[in-house]
């Protein structure tokens, strides 16, 4: 089973939206509705951002947000600040075989 | 408070075995899932498996072919890791984690450990 695939960089400036997009396949984020996206500071541990396409946990801030549509889901980060330069990673259920899936990360540039 | 706390830092031979722990505390051992997630240097996260403590069954990452056995002790509330014929491009850090719900949900992971950094020495 293949990585799902995620641009390797996206940037954008103080204020502006970015999108992150994660491809996989109908057996996986186009199968199910597991899929989830986390962040990651270097030398960090993964936070979770987004869980179930497009759920936050308590403490994620609402300008945080996911989607999906067909085989690709998709991260969305509007009023970018600062602190959101980090890498972001998608994960998706990809059933009975391959269970669990991630993208290869996406480093976020505020510029 | 949810912790994860993981043993250390490692070095390993090439063909030697690897095993790591992660100790949970502030909540029910038995009830939820725990993962291993591993990521190689400057590369993406790779999911190894999962288990669940509550009944031992286990999930598996097809690619690693049998060589890794994820396993439980209740008692002391311990997840580990074994991972057999280790080889230099097993170098990462591994990861344990905790989905947010309960039971055999295993989905995603609201709960990282600190992460054990595991090298390769010749």
Same mark, same amino acid.
């Given at each position: ?13 103080p204020?502006q939206?970015?999108t ?10 186009g199968?199910?509705? %597991? ?8 030398g ?5 951002m987004?869980? #179930?396409v497009n ?6 801030p609402?300008r945080?947000s996911?989607?999906?549509s067909?085989?690709t ?6 009023g970018?600040?600062?602190? #959101?330069e ?5 994960c ?6 391959a %269970?669990?899936?991630?993208g ?7 510029l | ?6 043993s250390g830092a490692e ?9 790591? /722990?992660c100790?949970v ?5 038995? /009830? ?21 403590p509550g009944? /031992? ?6 690619s690693?072919?049998?060589?890794v056995?994820i396993?439980?002790d ?11 014929s280790?080889r230099a491009?097993?170098t ?5 984690a905790r989905?947010?719900?309960s039971g ?11 992460g054990?950094l595991?090298?390769? /020495?010749?």
């Amino acid at each position: 089973q293949s990585a799902l695939t995620q641009p390797r960089s996206v940037s954008g400036s103080p204020g502006q939206s970015v999108t992150i997009s994660c491809t996989g396949t109908s057996s996986d984020v186009g199968g199910y509705s %597991h899929v989830s996206w986390y962040k990651q500071y270097p030398g960090m541990a993964p936070k979770l951002m987004i869980y #179930d396409v497009n759920k936050r946990p308590s403490g994620v801030p609402d300008r945080i947000s996911g989607s999906k549509s067909g085989n690709t889901a998709s991260l969305t980060i509007s009023g970018l600040r600062a602190e #959101d330069e980090a890498d972001y990673s998608c994960c998706s259920y990809a059933g009975d075989y391959a %269970h669990v899936i991630f993208g290869g990360g996406t480093k976020l540039t505020v510029l | 408070e949810v912790q994860l706390v993981q043993s250390g830092a490692e070095v390993k031979k090439p063909g030697e075995s690897l095993k790591i /722990s992660c100790q949970v505390s502030g909540y029910d051992f038995i /009830s939820y899932c725990l993962a291993w997630v591993r990521q190689m240097p400057g590369k993406g996260l790779e999911w190894m498996g999962v288990i669940y403590p509550g009944d /031992s069954n286990t999930k598996y990452n097809p690619s690693f072919r049998g060589r890794v056995t994820i396993s439980a002790d209740r008692s002391i509330s311990t997840a580990y890791l074994h991972l057999s014929s280790f080889r230099a491009s097993d170098t990462a850090i591994y990861y344990c984690a905790r989905p947010r719900y309960s039971g055999t949900y295993f989905f995603e992971f609201a709960y990282w450990g600190q992460g054990a950094l595991v090298t390769v /020495s010749s």
